[in-house]
C-alpha cells in the first residue's frame, strides 16, 4: 500500500442493534486518489461512510480500525477529531446539512476564519472567491440568502464549499447527486472532480450505486455488498472484467445505456451471473 495513504479503513465491522451489517470491510485511500465506495441499497455504504466521518447513530457498534492520515478515529465523533484527521462530507440531503437559520455567508466564513485563521473581513472575502472559483455567479449575492433561498445544485455547491474551506485531507461525498436533475449532477460532479484528488487538493471517498458517475469521477472502484468487500480493482478494469454479480449487472446495465464503451476483456462471458441473460 502507497506511504501517502489519507484513509485506511482495516477489518471494519458494524453492528446496528446487535445485527452485523458492516463485515470485515478493507480499503484505502491515497492522497491523490479519487475512490467510489460501490453497493446496491442497504449494503451498507452510508453506515461505513458514518464511521468514518465519526457520524455514527448510537445504536451502532464499531469494531476494528478507521485511521485519517495516520491518526485512529474509529472511536472519536467527528466534533472530536484533530484537524489532521478531520474529514469534509458532502450529502445528498443538502437541507440538513446547512443551518436554515443562518446565512450562507455566515455558514461559510466560519471555516475560514477557523481553519485559515482569517479575520471575519478577510473570511468573507475568502468565501467570495471560493464562490467565484466553483463557478457560482453573483457570489456577493449569494452569499447573503438563507440556504432556502437557493437551487438545490447551488446548495450542493455551497456544501462542497464549507468541505473544502475546511482544508480536509479526505471528503467523504455520500450519494451527492442522487437529488439532483441530470444537468445539474453533471455540473456537481465535474466540480468534485475539479476540486479534489489531486496533490493539492483532498482525496474523495464518493459513495454511490451509480456506476457511471463514478466512472466520471474515480479511477478506482472498491464495491460491497451485504456489508462485505467483494471486488476492488481499478474501473477501466471493472467494466472490462466485472467479478462480482452484483458488479457484473452494474456494468450490463452500463453499457445498455451507454452504447459505445470499451469492450469487454477478451474470453469474458458477460452473460454470466446476470439475472437477465435474454
Ligand atoms: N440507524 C439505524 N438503525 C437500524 N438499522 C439501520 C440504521 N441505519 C442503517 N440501518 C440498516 O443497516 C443496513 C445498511 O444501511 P445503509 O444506510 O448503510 O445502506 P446503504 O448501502 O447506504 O443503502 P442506500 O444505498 O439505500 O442508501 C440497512 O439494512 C439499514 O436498514
Known sequence: MATNTVLKVDKLCLHVEGQPVVKDLCF?????????????????????????LGLSPQSVQIDGSVCING??????????????????????DTHSALNPLVSVGAQLREPFMRFHGLSRNAAMEAAVAMLAAMNIERPHEILQRSPAELSGGQRQRICMALALACKPALIVADEPTTALDVLTQQE??????????????????????????????????????E?????????????????????????????????????????????EGLLCTA
Open 188 to 225: 456537481v460532479l465535474k466540480l468534485l472532480r475539479e476540486c479534489t484528488g489531486t496533490a493539492d487538493t483532498p482525496a474523495l471517498l464518493f459513495i454511490s450505486h451509480d456506476i457511471g458517475a463514478a466512472c466520471r469521477l474515480c479511477e478506482r472502484a472498491v464495491i460491497i455488498d
Open 28 to 52: 484505502h485511500v491515497a492522497a491523490g486518489e479519487r475512490v467510489c465506495l460501490l453497493g446496491p441499497s442497504g449494503s451498507g455504504k452510508s453506515l461505513t461512510a458514518g464511521a468514518i
Open 71 to 92: 491518526v485512529e478515529v474509529a472511536d472519536i465523533r467527528a466534533t472530536r477529531r484533530s484537524a489532521q484527521s478531520r474529514s469534509g462530507m458532502v450529502f445528498q
Open 227 to 271: 456489508g462485505r468487500l467483494v471486488e476492488s480493482n481499478t474501473l477501466t478494469h471493472i467494466i472490462a472484467s466485472p467479478q462480482h454479480r452484483f458488479t457484473r449487472q452494474l456494468v450490463h446495465a452500463l453499457r445498455e445505456s451507454a452504447p459505445g464503451m470499451p469492450p469487454y476483456a477478451p474470453g469474458f462471458d458477460a452473460r
